[in-house]
């Protein structure tokens, strides 16, 4: 008898570490399966956090990051990537001078600088690093407010302000860049979505009384990935993405799960697995 074989939409996240479950690897993870993806991960660093707040990081050896990496890329082949924390420079390098091997694989690229609770992710010299490296390889990077004005030097509190540095960041050799308005102190939330065409769209939510929004950006990068990873187009799976993270902090935002920012619900609404024929 002949056997049926297929596969799942594959979606790697290279990330770090959160024990609390709401952001990081774990947060994708949950993104991930919700959307009916095959999650595999990639762990670059080792936050010792909680919902209140991150306490320590330690670095995982950049050897040991590379091989993580080129385990999965030898087995399990993904059809979208999507990278969040990066701690250090030579960490940086090494994903990407092996992905570089790997056109073919879209990436959505999360500029973790700074947790919720306002805690550096990074280090400096790894600004630089990014901009030089990381953006030409993404096909999307997610910047919020705060990452932005780290690396555009200039501060975003407006949509003004949102509109000058989304170009200034495309000026620096971005493909293109969803500039998230969650920090804007208004009560519609804006975001920015910029292309290589010169082509601006926006997108307006309404701001859900919450402190349950822990991981949104995670999980924002992550579903984009899985959209991807399921043949949607890049400025489809902008759009459905949004809506994702929207539908998943409406969902949970009256929940309890720690003494500080809590999580999204990243399972208000679960897909099973999507087979790939």
Known sequence: MNKKTFSYPSVLTIAGFDGSGGAGIQGDIKTISALGCYATSVLTALPVQNTCGVRSIHAIPVEVVGAQLQAILDDIFPDAIKIGMIHTTDVLEAIVNTLLQYPEVPVVFDPVMV???????LEDSTVEAIVKKMFPLAAVITPNLDETTVLTGMPVHTLDDMR???KKLMGMGARSVLLKG???DATQLTSLYFTN???V???SFEKIDTQNTR???CALSSAMACYIAQKKSLADAVVLAQEYVHQAILAGKDARTGKGNGPL???FNPQKLFINP
Do not use: C
């Not at 947790?115 to 992710?121: A, F, I, N, V």
């Open 164 to 166: 000058i540095a989304g």
């Open 182 to 184: 969650g920090h804007l």
């Open 197 to 199: 065409d010169g082509k």
């Open 215 to 217: 991981g949104t950006g």
């Open 265 to 267: 619900n990243h399972f």
């Open 201 to 203: 769209q926006e997108y």
């Open 115 to 121: 947790s919720t609770s306002g805690h550096q992710l």
